[in-house]
């Protein structure tokens, strides 16, 4: 149907993408209480800005950091903060400091924030980096990094294309594909500003075969409309449906067949990649002056009785999201944020919804797995995207000899999963790559 | 709500398959093979591959819980495997006492001191065909002519195709289809190509051997022999070449990993082979040359990674 490009290795896990393929986005109503943790990207954490007693109102700023890396943090409800304190974190392994808000009845406050059209044209790039700023935007494929920094490289770099990723490419995940139906015109948008911003004239929208529907939505959208500034080309480029190709360094080999060197960054190649989410997170803040207080989620998993596409406001505790979509089918289940591959596995349902969620997947007890010793089939080497050969590296790291992972290149595996899935012996791969890396880390 | 939550690192998925599988796929593809020995070489084919199996299974439990203190060591196929390929690599007059040794050798020396499954440096059935060859080199080397039926009947001893070509003797060379079908002299499970190929293509279908190591195993040996002016299609079809290609040459753990890897360690093998055909003292080189590679597999292992995204290939 469509030539479709891609990178060396890969697997395919099953999709699972089916049971909420279809579902159009659903509003959750909004939550009683939400906690908004003051650490959500990569960065400097926050100051809190309000105190606890102080009335809130939806979208205003409540954590903001003076670091150079940082973004600022909003009120996604209005309310009454509660309480400023430690609080268990869907990502990172300590607790962090959160601005818990609760909502009361009798506050009359409205709901609504601003939503006057700015005609984003006549603004120039920093109007418009700043406008992205105070939103606090920030990289929604999962490091969250803060966005206003991406797009402004430094001056010595030379950007000449612009990668919007829609590969969605883990397991289960169907929230950008849901939001690249249901938004596409908002997207191209959004696209149009980052290219105004960064002054190219050049981008690529990758998105996986799998998504025909979007493909040929954004195709024959790109046809018709005339695209800011002029001249430029925007391009869909149908991706081979592999894992991981929504990784960056793979995403950028497919479109562009640049290979990024070990220990550099995309703007090395003269690339940025934005994933989808935060292209529409950028149309949001630049064009509505809306801050990034919600997010589209997918919540899915065979534990879960029903499985939806859902707008939810960040900070949302886990387990109102579960309840909002039926509950659990079972007591016991493993509850991932993010997708089966890469994401974390959580061992409470009271942390909240972050900026970078994509989603929330439940599974069932799995048939347990007993590790045997590795038999070098040689699998995980076939497969690894990095060019990698895990099992020494995971030889390696068992027996505590963390230089000789460094070596193996320990440090460029973005623990993609591919070699632990794959792996027959069940051997954890990458936990013991995780593992080198904190000891190498910590030398 | 009360639930009971699983913690694990990532990933949360995890493919359906584990090594008792593979194994399991590997004995399936052997069992063509028993049946063609059964029937070539009568039924003293299945008490040889019998007497390996059982004292390879045997071997192998004892010293997994005596020697090697493995408390979740669960009974795999692994040592039945061992025995089956050791069985094939026997004459089909082996003494069933010489035979009992070599699967002890093959488990005991070869495989557990070395740390066990997955820690063996050497192939175990390879490995202890060659001791067994030197230890009784006479019987290691009387073949007979198949009986072709079920029922069996008295051995006739006679000469190996290679053995033939080796020796300049007098005795004529069988033809194609004899070597393919497997109606000629030599060890258990090496004369049957046919049902050693069905097996091969198993393995191939199922994803569990590459197509590296043997492809470039025996495309060495047919460009190797025909430089050195011998019939190639007869090198591959006499001997143990597809035996050993397939099944011995491909056993993951005695390989190295990289694609790269495979095809240098393929490629030895085939050389070797030929070489030793066609200059050594002995009519077959297949044990040898895959012995010597697994010897440098940890070598090749080391420097032939793959290309790192990222980095420039180190010349």
Same mark, same amino acid.
């Given at each position: ?233 925007? =391009?869909?480029?149908?991706? %081979? @449906?592999?894992?991981?190709? $929504? ?5 950028? !080999?497919? *479109?562009?067949? /640049? ?30 002056? =809306?801050?990034?207080?919600? %997010? @589209?989620?997918?919540?899915? $998993? ?5 499985? !939806?596409? *859902?707008?939810? /406001? ?36 009271? @942390?909240?919804?972050?900026? $970078? ?87 | ?315």
């Amino acid at each position: 149907m469509f030539r479709s490009k891609t990178f060396h290795g890969g697997i395919h896990p099953p999709e699972n993408k089916h049971l909420t393929r279809n579902k159009p986005i659903e509003n959750m109503p909004l939550p009683q209480k939400v906690i908004i943790p003051l650490l959500q990207h990569t960065g400097a954490i926050c100051e809190p800005l309000v105190k606890t007693g102080d009335m809130v109102l939806q979208g205003q700023k409540i954590g903001e950091s003076k670091a150079n890396v940082s973004s600022s943090i909003h009120a996604t409800i209005s309310g009454t903060v509660t309480s400023i304190e430690l609080y268990p974190h869907p990502i990172l392994p300590n607790n962090i400091m959160s601005i818990i808000i609760e909502k009361k009845t009798e506050d009359a406050i409205t709901d609504r924030v601003n939503i006057e059209k700015t005609d984003w044209k006549k603004l120039n790039a920093q109007e418009m980096l700043n406008k992205i700023k105070e939103a606090g935007v920030v990289g929604l494929g999962g490091a969250a990094f803060p966005t206003h920094i991406k797009l402004a490289p430094p001056a010595d770099k030379k950007i000449d294309a612009l990668i919007i990723n829609g590969a969605e490419c883990e397991p289960f995940l169907t929230n950008d594909h849901a939001l690249m139906l249901e938004k596409t015109n908002e997207i191209i948008e959004g696209l149009q500003i980052i290219l105004k911003i960064l002054g190219i004239n050049k981008a690529f929208i990758g998105i996986e075969s799998n998504k025909p529907d979007v493909i040929t939505k954004m195709q024959s959208i790109l046809e018709l409309c005339t695209l800011y500034p002029v001249p430029c080309t925007v =391009k869909v480029v149908p991706l %081979k @449906v592999k894992y991981p190709q $929504g990784a960056e360094k793979q995403l950028i !080999k497919a *479109i562009l067949n /640049r290979e990024i060197p070990s220990g550099k960054l995309p703007f090395d190649v003269g690339a940025i990649v934005q994933n989808v989410a935060t292209v529409f997170a950028i149309y949001e803040a630049v064009i509505l002056g =809306k801050p990034l207080i919600e %997010k @589209v989620i997918t919540v899915s $998993g065979d534990a879960i009785k029903e499985p !939806k596409n *859902i707008r939810v /406001r960040i900070g949302t505790p886990i387990s109102k999201i579960i309840e909002f979509c039926g509950g659990l089918k079972d007591k016991t289940a493993k509850i991932i944020m993010g997708g089966p591959m890469m994401g974390m596995s959580q061992y409470t349902l009271d @942390v909240p919804v972050i900026k $970078g969620t994509s989603g929330i997947i439940a599974l069932k007890p799995q048939k347990e797995h007993i590790e045997d010793p590795c038999i070098k089939c040689g699998r995980c080497v076939d497969i690894c995207p990095m060019g990698l050969m895990p099992n020494h590296i995971a030889d390696y790291a068992e027996k505590d000899m963390f230089e000789l992972c460094k070596e193996y290149g320990v440090l460029d595996c973005m623990e993609c999963g591919a070699c632990a899935y794959s792996c027959a012996s069940g051997r954890p791969i990458v936990h013991l790559v995780k593992y080198a890396k904190l000891k190498l880390a910590k030398k | 709500m009360e639930s009971k939550l699983i913690v694990s690192a990532s990933p949360h998925i995890k493919l359906d398959e584990n090594t008792q599988g593979v194994m399991g796929w590997v004995v399936i593809a052997l069992i063509p093979t028993v049946f063609a020995s059964i029937y070539l070489f009568g039924m003293r084919s299945l008490w040889i591959i019998l007497t390996c199996v059982i004292t390879c299974v045997i071997t192998e439990v004892v010293t997994n819980k005596f020697m090697l203190n493995k408390k979740a060591a669960k009974p795999n196929a692994s040592p039945t495997i061992t025995g089956i390929l050791l069985a094939f690599c026997l004459p089909p007059t082996t003494p069933l006492w010489m035979a009992a040794i070599g699967s002890f050798i093959a488990i005991f020396i070869v495989k557990q001191l070395f740390g066990g499954l997955g820690y063996n440096i050497f192939n175990p059935a390879l490995a202890a065909r060659a001791i067994l060859l030197a230890s009784w080199p006479a019987a290691m080397t009387t073949w007979i002519k198949p009986v072709c039926s079920w029922a069996g009947s008295d051995a006739i001893t006679s000469a190996s195709p290679l053995a033939i070509v080796k020796m300049k003797l007098v005795e004529t060379i069988p033809s194609y289809s004899q070597l393919f079908m497997g109606t000629i002299p030599g060890s258990l499970g090496e004369t049957c190509k046919l049902t050693l190929l069905i097996g091969a293509a198993i393995l191939f279908l199922k994803k569990i051997i590459d197509w590296r190591i043997p492809f470039t195993f025996i495309g060495v040996v047919a460009l190797l022999s025909f430089a050195f002016g011998r019939d190639p299609l007869f090198e591959i079809f006499s001997g143990g070449i597809i035996l050993g290609a397939f099944f011995m040459a491909t056993d993951m753990v005695t390989a190295p990993t990289s694609t790269t890897g495979k095809l240098i360690f393929g490629c030895g093998c085939g050389a070797i082979t030929a070489l030793i055909r066609n200059f050594g003292g002995f009519p077959e080189g297949v044990c040898y040359s895959i012995l010597f590679m697994n010897c440098l597999s940890p070598l090749i292992e080391k420097y032939a990674r793959p290309k790192r995204f990222g980095l420039r290939r180190k010349a």
